[in-house]
T-cell receptor, first 111, second 114 residues
């Protein structure tokens, strides 16, 4: 079946270092969404990308959607302790009714 | 806006007991989703509703699971009988336009079945 895969599963960084998580889909996506879940919390929507090759920025976060609309990335510049959490990408399934979540990348930041 | 409201926050029950989880979506959102989150399987979609009608329940693991949405402001997820392997965090989420608009998640219910 359709899969959305994320790497790495875990990332430990020193505060101030950059961080990138990658998302790959087995099929072409109409859009991709990114969510952040703090420890003990619930997923919170960050952004949605729709266009091929789209790049969007939110302060220190940069999101990209691949040209083939099968992959995406989230890059955080100069991480802070407030960035700690698990970052999920999610894309619609082929039938368009379900949002399939990747397994997430857990980010820890050492002060 | 109060956001998506779930209750209870925590539920501890013994194997074989009935468990009912509750959700109040954001007013005006036509779509409601029930997800289950575990370390092993991540976030899994169990079922979703559009305008109170169940559209896809293919993620419901077994007949022990059932979900209802009697009106636009309330949904329940019931497990009867519960088993230890049902232990997980259950999230309810709502959205304005289905999966092409952001999902707003509730705080979740952490279920422990002993």
């Amino acid at each position: 079946g359709q899969q959305v895969m994320q790497i790495p599963q875990y990332q430990h960084v020193q505060e101030g270092e950059d961080f990138t998580t990658y998302c790959n889909s087995s099929t072409t996506l109409s859009n991709i969404q990114w969510y952040k879940q703090r420890p003990g919390g619930h997923p919170v929507f960050l952004i949605q990308l729709v266009k091929s090759g789209e790049v969007k920025k939110q302060k220190r976060l940069t999101f990209q959607f691949g040209e083939a609309k099968k992959n995406s990335s989230l890059h955080i510049t100069a991480t802070q302790t407030t960035d700690v959490g698990t970052y999920f990408c999610a894309g619609p399934n082929n039938q368009g009714g379900k949002l399939i979540f990747g397994q997430g990348t857990e980010l820890s930041v050492k002060p | 806006d109060a956001g998506v409201i779930q209750s209870p926050r925590h539920e501890v029950t013994e194997m074989g007991q009935e468990v009912t989880l509750r959700c109040k979506p954001i007013s005006g959102h036509d779509y409601l989703f029930w997800y289950r989150q575990t370390m092993m399987r991540g976030l899994e979609l169990l079922i979703y509703f559009n305008n109170n009608v169940p559209i896809d329940d293919s993620g419901m693991p077994e007949d022990r699971f059932s979900a209802k949405m009697p009106n636009a402001s309330f949904s329940t997820l019931k497990i009867q009988p519960s088993e230890p392997r049902d232990s997980a965090v259950y999230f309810c989420a709502s959205s304005l336009k289905g999966i092409n608009s952001p999902l707003h998640f509730g705080n979740g219910t952490r279920l422990t079945v002993t």
